[in-house]
């Protein structure tokens, strides 16, 4: 099992490496050069917006279904049909509430318009992450793999014409919103194909069961209820809270940008990493191997990646952007150093969610909510979206401080004194390769320390790689 995993893994993460960056760089980066930083801004604080109740739409079904089909297939699959029937029901509710509260905070016009497109792109988006919850719990991840690119690939071609000038409707975000719902559309059609050949795909409306499944799955909904929103507050609280809000909006997608793009591997090991410490907890098989070889992967990389923006921030957002300025080389190098405790949480909350902790998860969710509020209520009206980034970076690297202790407590993890030395010396030996080429042929210079750093996690951990290899075999 561990060992599909892995070649799955590295399949998947291959297939995100390569269309992600040019959908985020190539895509998305253009259109806001295009659209300038405040039209931009303004759809990026829609989006921001959409995102806050989107919870609705899934309300815990995708990873409590995945769970639940880890461990027992035949009887899961069956639920699928009511589970469908649910979530049209929830996209009702979900799309009422977003375009009443939208129209009631202000977006009217062509704001109202986009809010109502990206909602419309939510509901297939969420849909699209159930029907790949099938997938996930059957250990179908190349199929899944496939599918968490697919509405990307389309959107890249899709948005070609618009980089030429071409326009569908005669706005470009409009134009931009449009395309990515003809591409989640299709993406959807072929994830309701493959989930054909081992359920029934007709919505059922079975109240009871409905009832039973909502109650079941409320806790999951809770928390990702309560993680959007301290995720994705901030670019709506910048819009309502400062005069050039739309403009800082914008200054902060640019920022976020990167980050999203590099956040979205560990979002998808999280999504494979679920069900397998599931079925290990089920099993009762040891979970501290699997945990151990993906937190050093993806916290040595997240420790990489904040070294790269911190020396070469203003190499990269001077390529990426014809909008640039101080203030966002500054949000740029604390969002990324947001990856490295992201990194974690998707690791270690994984396995906290797989041995049924919702209540603390939740309980720690809340906190981090309250307190990005609280930061960015002091932090936004004097350092603008600097303050929402240093928010960001604070809330998630306490959660995921948090995550990682309750971890080793619940699977009585044995302090190790050589692994945490180790890890302080590779922090030290990256971060002086990374400071040495700073003053290299610039890109050449990123690119020697990140490949040293790289050398310096995979040799200074070789006997965990060894110890994860004969566990596979």
């Not at 469908?84 to 509710?93: E, I, K, N, Q, T």
């Not at 071409?166 to 072929?190: I, K, P, R």
């Not at 690297?397 to 590779?426: E, P, S």
């Not at 003053?439 to 110890?467: C, I, N, P, Y």
Request: with cysteine.
């Amino acid at each position: 099992m561990i060992r599909k995993f892995i070649s799955n893994a590295s399949l998947l993460m291959g297939l995100n490496l390569l269309i992600k960056p040019i959908f985020i760089f190539g895509i998305d980066r253009q259109i806001q050069n295009m659209a300038g930083p405040e039209n931009y801004g303004l759809y990026y604080a829609v989006f921001s917006f959409s995102l806050l109740g989107s919870m609705l739409l899934d309300a815990g079904l995708s990873n409590y279904n995945a769970r639940q089909v880890a461990i027992y297939p035949e009887k899961a699959l069956k639920r699928t049909p009511a589970l469908l029937g649910l979530r049209l029901w929830l996209f009702v509710v979900y799309a009422l509430l977003t375009l009443s509260i939208g129209w009631w905070v202000g977006y009217r016009g062509a704001a109202w318009t986009l809010l109502a497109m990206v909602s419309i792109n939510q509901g297939l988006n969420y849909t699209l992450f159930f029907l790949r919850s099938n997938l996930q719990g059957m250990h179908l991840f190349k199929r899944d793999g496939a599918l968490s690119v697919l509405d990307r690939a389309l959107t890249i071609g899709f948005c070609i014409p618009l980089l030429k000038g071409y326009s569908y409707s005669g706005n470009l975000l409009l134009d931009f919103v449009l395309v990515q719902t003809m591409a989640y559309s299709l993406s959807t059609a072929l994830a309701l194909y493959w989930n054909s050949r081992f359920t029934s795909l007709k919505p059922a409306f079975q109240p009871l069961l409905q009832k039973s499944l909502l109650a079941q799955t409320f806790p999951f909904a809770v928390l990702g209820l309560v993680m959007t929103l301290y995720s994705r507050l901030d670019a709506v609280m910048l819009v309502k809270m400062l005069p050039d809000g739309i403009f800082q909006a914008g200054q902060y997608a640019a920022g976020y940008r990167l980050l999203d793009a590099f956040a979205t591997v560990p979002l998808l090991l999280s999504g494979m990493l679920l069900p397998l410490f599931s079925r290990q907890i089920y099993q009762s098989e040891k979970t501290a191997p699997l945990a151990r070889f993906t937190g050093l992967l993806l916290l040595g990389s997240g420790w990489l990646l904040g070294l790269m923006a911190y020396f070469h921030h203003e190499a990269i957002l001077r390529l990426m952007y014809t909008h640039n300025s101080a203030e966002q080389d500054r949000l740029f190098v604390w969002l990324m150093w947001t990856y490295l405790p992201i990194a974690g949480i998707f690791v270690f909350g994984s396995l906290l969610t797989a041995a049924g902790k919702l209540k603390l998860l939740n309980w720690l969710a809340v906190g981090g909510l309250i307190l990005n509020v609280s930061l960015n209520l002091v932090l936004i009206p004097s350092e603008g979206a600097v303050g929402a980034a240093i928010a960001t970076f604070i809330t998630q690297f306490l959660l995921f401080v948090a995550q990682l202790w309750f971890a080793a407590r619940r699977f009585d993890w044995t302090f190790d004194g050589r692994l945490l030395i180790k890890i302080g010396f590779f922090m030290l030996l990256s971060g002086a390769f990374m400071y040495f080429t700073r003053t290299g042929d610039g890109w050449w210079g990123m690119l020697l320390g990140l490949a040293l750093g790289a050398a310096s996690l995979v040799l200074l951990f070789a006997e965990r790689w060894k110890q994860f290899r004969e566990m596979v075999r």
